[in-house]
């Protein structure tokens, strides 16, 4: 699904128009597109739509002149120091006040949501929200989010940016937002999409291919994408045809990530998993999975020792994917083991560790393509001059960092909404839930993506694969087990059914 900004979609306004495609339609079309979905959703009870003096407001004003019949009631709250600025909302408005549905706002305002209605509209704001909302607008906010109704908002929750999801000042926290065209950033990154809830894209007579020509700033992975991207299996084939992986990790602290990685790989489908530990750790590899191959990697006390690259060196050749950092330590020893995999200039994916020792190694990074690199906000600040609290304040902003200094590797910045770039294109993840707040789920994330490269994906398409699946299965798994419970491995364990589902949905 993809996003659009608000200057994209002013832009489309733009050209409709001189194509004829009066906004007066557009704003009817839109209107159609919220009577749909009440009515689809059984809303068509006592509604309050809430207008501001905008084109956001002509479609509240809209819904009520074209459809107020369909429902038991409707009453249009005007909320604007002025009459409406557009032609388009004028001509609503007036059939509004023909058919006495107008009540106009003034000091008592908030006097008139605590009413009895059950559904309230917000059509006050929105892509055209351009400073941070003052009275009597923030009061009114105030009111509908303390009212117990359900709040549909009109293509953004009012206070919502629509670029980057940020509330300018406060915002109305709606159950259900109808938008139009396209969905905006604003209803998937942080906070907005905490506002927006469930979101409904509707069309509005835009043509389809005049939408299709726009860069999407963003991609929201779908199902289709999922379903359109799985690796096909072919019976003519052998263990060989679904990629030879080799994960190095693991140390005596953290014994599992390098193995729950492993197995993410060889549940979502790689032919073969190798995974290279410190000595001490070999015998627990066929214990965890009799299916892993395992090598023994030197060590000097209990972690490994600087003689482990060399050992390794020669033996990469033999496999098609690396994925490494779970759970490998930090050492100098380690550090020389991510330098081979990327000198080796094979595909891989580089996580937790290893992004830690990509701190030394950002000359190499540069120089290398067929990577991608996993890091959480924290590990993200090892690769680009960002503080933690910049890339969570503007995600998309630290991910063009990245592309512009790494012009070759693919990003996966994990979060809640775990963001997925390469070059020019964002995609973003909305399925996540926090089943996946626990320790290892990252390395679960690592061995699938590192799996659907050995499939035959491109390490972009295997990010969004991996974390699309990764996400898709922690939305399933909460449907038969409770979010505190889901343990990381146990995903992995659950990715059959994500299959299924895609495979025959
Ligand atoms: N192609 C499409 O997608 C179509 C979209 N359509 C709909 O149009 C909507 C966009 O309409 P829009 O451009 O008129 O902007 P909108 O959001 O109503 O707000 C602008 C008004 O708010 C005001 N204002 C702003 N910030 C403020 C603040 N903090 N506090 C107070 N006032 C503030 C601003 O005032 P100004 O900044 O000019 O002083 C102006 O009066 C879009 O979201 C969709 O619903 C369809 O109808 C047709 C096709
Ligand atoms: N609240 C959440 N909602 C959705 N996804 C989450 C949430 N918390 C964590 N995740 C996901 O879980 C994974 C955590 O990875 P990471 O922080 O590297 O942990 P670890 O390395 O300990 O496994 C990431 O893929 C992240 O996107
Ligand atoms: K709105």
Redesign the pocket.
Known sequence: MICLLAAQ??Q??QR?MMHGIS?IE??GN?AKGIYEVMRDKHLMKRVMIIC????????GL?LAALYHESFEQVRVLYV?KQAP??E??RYYYKLCENQNLLIHGGADVVRHLQQDYDVIID?L??????????EP?ASVIEAVNRSPQTILA???PS?IN?DDGKV??SAVKADLTVT??ASKPGHWLYPGYLYSKEVLVKE?G?PRSWIEAVCPALHVIDEADLKKLLPIRHSHSHKGSYGKLLGIGGSQEMTGAILMAGEAAIRSGCGMCTLAVPEHMQPSVPLYLPEFMSIGLPQEGMTISKAAAQYLQPRLAAYDVIFCGCGGGRSDSYTDLVRIVLDSKMACVIDGDGIYALQYLREELLMRDQIVVTPHVKEMTYLIDQSIDEIIEDPLHAADCFCERYPNAVLVLKSERPLIAYKQERYLCAWGNHALAKGGSGDVLCGLIASFIGQGLDPFHAAILGCGIHAYTAHLIIQDCNARSVLPHEISAYLKYSFTSLETG
């Open positions: 979609l002013h489309l306004d409709s906004t557009l704003m839109a501001g003096a905008g084109n956001n407001g002509g479609d809209a604007a600025i557009s388009a909302a059509g704001f929105g892509i055209g929200l351009s400073r941070d909302v003052d607008y009109i293509d953004l206070g629509s300018k000042g139009f065209v509005i835009i």
